[in-house]
């Protein structure tokens, strides 16, 4: 059976060069860097290498990275780190309602502990307003986080923008790049945020290494107490076979984005070009500020987790954000908060693409999936129509 | 091993093979046009929505078919539901509880046992439909 992997958004296969780069650390160099001898000193010279590698993919000094254990925890450490450093300047932050559950259960989190959050309103392509941002900064803010491209519908948010607006007023910006580091070139000075969450898993790195960037001389509480590691800001004996994967996934990504970039956007515009030869299929997030590899849409009068295993079975995977996918049994925050109405949400399906796909993957998919939705739509009781529910589709 | 009474454990994200058969392979689905009962359930706005038709003789349901916007184990479960009614009677019927659609499934993950509770409900409202028809 072909199979076609378009679920790059939940993680991405290892790049051969990266599995052997991490090899003689899971074997013979498995010193911790804090040891003084020679098999420490190895090991922490390896991170270090690593670190300037991860730097110089979003133009940051090597001090300026921490590595966290996951994007998840960049997100925790960001949000509540600068929360917690600046709360005799103010106690308030904002976020915006298209950020991954890390950065909303971090702010819900603070917002129990007396803190006061706001929630930024997102349009029908999830894009945050710039002014919106303006009106929401009171004398008590102190950080701003909005991510930067969204996992689940692929819009790119005017994150320049933003940090120009939030310099002004003296609040700290960060970002949540997670879906966009090492798969759009990424410039944290002329972005000019503050600070910046990635992982390597997004870009054919392993699990289990991420980064957050914070700016030179900005103060941040740890997240994880303990020893000196990340120059006392992060705890714990580093995962140097993952550090060393992320620091060879950020070199590849460095030297082949362009290409990657040009790839992915191809078979994406592709799958999106062959998508509005089925009915009732409507693209979400935004038509052209979105990631190079993100195809995201909802198809009407059908279930999401259905396409999924229909689509398992002929070997093609893929994601949704309907309520049935979710444990919480709750459609995906960002779809609704984008004005999609709940029904239409159900049908919610994300295809991610990446380097190993070809077009011939596309052409599988664009010949699978119209049998996949009419075979789900002959057997749902709306085949015909909403009905009385009245579900008003203003996507894009 | 499993006790009487109790539900099947699953594997985590797993759906039974029983589940993936149903699910793969519906049994009946369809509309029936001169259906005795029709009995809808649930709601696309918070997941699925089951609608089942019933063909009734003499007290006993003889044909029974179904459509479904859902997930896959709403899907087994609207199967399931119209495989297990057909030749039962009107009492039979009433009493499939929404624990003997899962087991009959070889268990469902706890974040969909509603599902199943979804399909008793449907069957409940078509025979309710067709007893209130057949009132008078």
Same mark, same amino acid.
């Given at each position: 059976?072909?199979?076609?992997?378009?679920?790059?958004?939940?993680?991405?296969?290892?790049?051969?060069?990266?599995?052997?780069?991490?090899?003689?650390?899971?074997?013979?160099?498995?010193?911790?860097?804090?040891?003084?001898?020679?098999?420490?000193?190895?090991?922490?010279?390896?991170?270090?290498?690593?670190?300037?590698?991860?730097?110089?993919? /979003?133009?940051?000094?090597?001090?300026?990275?921490?590595?966290?254990?996951?994007?998840?925890?960049?997100?925790?450490?960001?949000?509540?780190?600068?929360?917690?450093?600046?709360?005799?300047?103010?106690?308030?932050?904002?976020?915006?309602?298209?950020?991954?559950?890390?950065?909303?259960?971090?702010?819900?989190?603070?917002?129990?502990?007396?803190?006061?959050?706001?929630?930024?309103?997102?349009?029908?392509?999830?894009?945050?307003?710039?002014?919106?941002?303006?009106?929401? $900064?009171?004398?008590?803010?102190?950080?701003?986080?909005?991510?930067?491209?969204?996992?689940?519908?692929?819009? /790119?948010? #005017?994150?320049?923008?933003?940090?120009? $607006?939030?310099?002004?007023?003296?609040?700290?910006?960060?970002?949540?790049?997670?879906?966009?580091?090492?798969?759009?070139?990424?410039?944290?000075? =002329?972005?000019?945020?503050?600070?910046?969450?990635?992982?390597?898993?997004?870009?054919?790195?392993?699990?289990?290494?991420?980064?957050?960037?914070?700016?030179?001389?900005?103060?941040?509480?740890?997240? /994880?107490?303990?020893?000196?590691?990340?120059?006392?800001?992060?705890? &714990?004996?580093?995962?140097?076979?993952?550090?060393?994967?992320?620091?060879?996934?950020?070199?590849?990504?460095?030297?082949?984005?362009?290409?990657?970039? =040009?790839?992915?956007?191809?078979?994406?515009?592709?799958?999106?070009?062959?998508?509005?030869?089925?009915?009732?299929?409507?693209?979400?997030?935004?038509? +052209?500020?979105?990631?190079?590899?993100?195809?995201?849409?909802?198809?009407?009068?059908?279930? &999401?987790?259905?396409?999924?295993?229909?689509?398992?079975?002929? &070997? /093609?995977?893929?994601?949704?954000?309907?309520?049935?996918?979710?444990?919480?049994?709750?459609?995906?925050?960002?779809?609704?908060?984008?004005?999609?109405?709940? +029904?239409?949400?159900?049908?919610?399906?994300?295809?991610?693409?990446?380097?190993?796909?070809?077009?011939?993957?596309?052409?599988?998919?664009?010949?699978?999936?119209?049998?996949?939705?009419?075979?789900?739509? =002959?057997?749902? #009781?709306?085949?015909?129509?909403?009905?009385?529910?009245?579900?008003?589709?203003?996507?894009? | 091993?499993?006790?009487?009474?109790?539900?099947?454990?699953? !594997?985590?994200?797993?759906?039974?093979?029983?589940?993936?058969?149903?699910?793969?392979?519906? !049994?009946?689905?369809?509309?029936?046009?001169?259906?005795?009962?029709?009995?809808? *359930?649930?709601?696309?706005?918070?997941?699925?929505?089951?609608?089942?038709?019933?063909?009734?003789?003499? %007290?006993?349901?003889?044909?029974?078919?179904?459509?479904?916007?859902?997930?896959?184990?709403?899907?087994?479960?609207?199967?399931?539901?119209?495989?297990?009614?057909?030749?039962?009677?009107?009492?039979?019927?009433?009493?499939?509880?929404?624990?003997?659609?899962?087991?009959?499934?070889?268990?469902?993950?706890?974040?969909?046992?509603?599902?199943?509770?979804?399909?008793?409900?449907?069957?409940?409202?078509?025979? *309710? %439909?067709?007893?209130?028809?057949?009132?008078?």
């Amino acid at each position: 059976m072909k199979k076609c992997y378009f679920d790059h958004a939940a993680t991405n296969p290892l790049h051969p060069d990266v599995f052997e780069a991490m090899v003689p650390y899971l074997k013979d160099e498995f010193g911790n860097p804090l040891s003084i001898y020679e098999l420490g000193t190895r090991a922490k010279d390896a991170i270090e290498k690593s670190r300037e590698r991860v730097a110089s993919l /979003i133009n940051a000094k090597p001090r300026e990275i921490v590595f966290t254990s996951s994007g998840a925890e960049a997100n925790n450490f960001a949000v509540r780190g600068i929360a917690l450093a600046r709360q005799n300047e103010g106690n308030h932050i904002i976020v915006s309602r298209a950020e991954h559950h890390s950065i909303l259960n971090s702010a819900r989190f603070l917002e129990k502990n007396g803190f006061v959050v706001t929630y930024l309103l997102i349009d029908k392509y999830g894009i945050v307003d710039p002014e919106r941002v303006k009106k929401s $900064i009171t004398k008590e803010t102190t950080l701003i986080s909005v991510i930067h491209g969204s996992s689940e519908v692929g819009t /790119i948010e #005017p994150i320049r923008e933003i940090a120009q $607006i939030a310099k002004e007023r003296e609040v700290i910006v960060h970002t949540d790049a997670v879906a966009t580091a090492g798969n759009i070139p990424l410039n944290v000075k =002329e972005l000019g945020v503050d600070l910046l969450s990635m992982t390597a898993h997004q870009f054919y790195g392993p699990k289990g290494a991420a980064a957050l960037y914070v700016r030179e001389g900005l103060r941040i509480v740890p997240l /994880i107490y303990g020893g000196i590691q990340e120059g006392g800001r992060r705890a &714990g004996t580093e995962n140097v076979p993952a550090i060393i994967g992320m620091g060879k996934a950020a070199e590849l990504a460095k030297a082949e984005m362009s290409f990657r970039m =040009e790839h992915s956007g191809m078979l994406r515009d592709m799958m999106i070009e062959g998508m509005k030869h089925i009915d009732n299929v409507y693209l979400t997030g935004h038509p +052209a500020e979105r990631l190079p590899g993100h195809a995201s849409f909802c198809v009407e009068y059908i279930e &999401g987790e259905a396409m999924l295993l229909l689509l398992a079975a002929k &070997g /093609i995977y893929a994601a949704s954000g309907s309520a049935c996918t979710s444990k919480a049994l709750k459609a995906s925050p960002v779809l609704l908060a984008m004005g999609i109405p709940a +029904a239409l949400a159900q049908g919610s399906i994300v295809f991610s693409l990446g380097r190993e796909n070809t077009d011939d993957n596309i052409d599988y998919l664009l010949e699978e999936f119209p049998k996949v939705v009419q075979r789900l739509r =002959e057997m749902s #009781p709306y085949a015909k129509g909403w009905g009385d529910k009245k579900v008003e589709v203003e996507c894009v | 091993m499993q006790k009487a009474g109790e539900i099947r454990r699953w !594997r985590w994200n797993v759906y039974s093979e029983k589940v993936m058969d149903h699910f793969m392979h519906p !049994r009946n689905i369809g509309e029936i046009p001169d259906a005795d009962g029709i009995g809808m *359930e649930g709601n696309p706005v918070c997941g699925d929505v089951m609608k089942i038709y019933i063909k009734v003789k003499d %007290d006993r349901i003889v044909d029974a078919k179904f459509q479904t916007f859902g997930c896959g184990a709403a899907i087994a479960v609207s199967s399931m539901v119209t495989e297990i009614v057909k030749s039962k009677t009107l009492d039979e019927a009433l009493n499939i509880s929404k624990a003997t659609i899962a087991n009959e499934l070889d268990g469902l993950p706890p974040e969909k046992m509603h599902c199943s509770n979804l399909g008793a409900d449907a069957l409940k409202n078509a025979i *309710e %439909d067709y007893k209130s028809r057949h009132a008078q």
